[in-house]
């Protein structure tokens, strides 16, 4: 297991949530959610907080594995954010972490309609946790644009 923070990222339309790991990769935090429009250059002031060793970005891949419009933004997105950093940016399959977001929070007691924010940011958590955990079995998730 390498070890290094990473930085999860839950991208949408309108916002970005935000994850981070602890620098042995053991656990996932929340750590905010941003402006779609601001969300790079945020993420460039992060990376500097942090010094990652790299963003972990949701690949949105429709239920049967095919790509859809917003794989192609998420791509761009991770493109884009992996230049702006020159961190490099793993695409992971975020396939219903969204939703799995929304029940924890439901069960937590939280209103989807309030919680919208935070379920960005638990969604950018369950994502970066799962590639923690392949990593620590030894698998690789999803594939890696940018520096390596």
Same mark, same amino acid.
């Given at each position: 297991m390498r070890t290094g923070t990473r930085i999860g990222i839950?991208?949408? @339309? !309108?916002?970005?949530? $935000?994850?981070? #790991?602890?620098?042995l990769g053991l656990m996932a935090v929340p750590v905010s959610t941003l402006a779609r429009e601001t969300a790079i250059a945020d993420l460039v002031r992060l990376a500097s907080d942090y010094e990652p060793i /790299?963003? $972990?970005?949701?690949l949105? +891949?429709? +239920?049967?594995? =095919? /790509?859809?419009a917003s794989t192609l933004d998420a791509? /761009?997105?991770?493109?884009? +954010? =992996?230049?702006?950093?020159h961190v490099p940016v793993r695409l992971v399959d975020e396939r219903l972490t969204t !939703?799995?977001?929304q029940?924890? +929070?439901?069960?937590? #007691?939280? =209103?989807? @309609? =309030?919680?919208r924010a935070m379920i960005d940011q638990v969604a950018a958590t369950i994502l970066l946790e799962s590639a923690l955990n392949a990593e620590r079995a030894g698998n690789t998730l999803g /594939?890696? $644009?940018g520096d390596e």
């Open positions: 839950d991208v949408g @339309k !309108v916002r970005v949530g $935000v994850a981070r #790991s602890d620098a /790299e963003f $972990v970005c949701g949105p +891949l429709s +239920l049967d594995g =095919s /790509e859809t791509r /761009e997105f991770a493109i884009e +954010l =992996s230049a702006a950093t !939703v799995t977001a029940h924890a +929070l439901h069960d937590a #007691s939280h =209103s989807t @309609k =309030s919680g /594939e890696t $644009v």
